[in-house]
C-alpha cells in the first residue's frame, strides 16, 4: 500500500493471477495526511477484553468489571476518539488485523490445548492471571504494530 501524490489516495497492489505482477487500483476515499495513530492506552482496553477470559476464570467477580470496561472502551471510542473512528473501522477490516485476531484465538486455543495433553492444564488461579496476562501483551503489542506498518504502508507519521 502507499499513497499516489498526485490525488492523495491509497494505492493498493491487487494479485493478477499471472506471476507476481500486482496491478495498482485506487480506494475510494483519500488518506488524511492529518491522522494520528490511536493511542497506545487504547489498545490496553482491546489487551483487557483479550484477557477476559482467563480474568473470569481466574476469579468470576471480574465478570461485572470486564463488561464495564467493554463498556467503557464503547464510549471513548464514540466520543474521544470519534476523529479517529475511520481508522479504527479500517483497521478492522484489514486482513492483517483478522489475521492477527484469528492468530490471537489459535494461540490461546494452542495453548490451553497443548498444557491440556501434557497433562498441566490451567486450571488455578495464578495460572489463569498468568494466561490473561500473556494474552493481554500479545493483543496490546500486535495491534500497537498492525497499526505502525498500516502508517507506514500508507507513508504517514507514527508520531502523535
Not at 495491534?143 to 504502508?153: C, E, H, P
Request: charged fraction near 15%; aromatic fraction near 6%.
Amino acid at each position: 500500500m502507499s499513497i499516489d501524490t498526485a490525488t492523495g489516495y491509497a494505492v493498493i497492489g491487487t494479485h493478477t493471477g499471472t506471476g507476481d505482477r500486482t496491478v495498482p487500483q485506487r480506494t475510494t476515499t483519500p488518506v488524511d495526511p492529518q491522522l494520528r495513530p490511536l493511542p497506545i492506552w487504547f489498545f490496553t482496553f482491546e489487551g483487557i477484553l483479550g484477557a477476559a477470559y482467563d480474568l473470569t476464570k481466574a476469579d468470576s467477580h471480574l465478570i461485572p468489571v470486564v463488561i464495564g470496561i467493554a463498556a467503557v472502551n464503547a464510549v471513548i471510542s464514540m466520543t474521544v476518539l470519534r476523529k479517529r473512528l475511520k481508522l479504527v473501522k479500517s483497521m478492522l477490516k484489514d486482513s492483517r488485523t483478522r489475521f492477527i485476531a484469528i492468530g490471537l484465538l489459535a494461540l490461546r486455543f494452542g495453548v490451553h490445548l497443548g498444557l491440556g495433553l501434557l497433562g498441566t492444564a490451567v486450571s488455578g488461579v495464578g495460572g489463569h492471571i498468568l494466561m490473561a496476562t500473556l494474552m493481554a501483551v500479545c493483543t496490546v503489542t500486535l495491534l500497537w504494530y498492525d497499526q505502525r506498518v498500516s502508517f507506514r504502508a500508507l507513508g504517514l507519521s507514527t508520531q502523535r
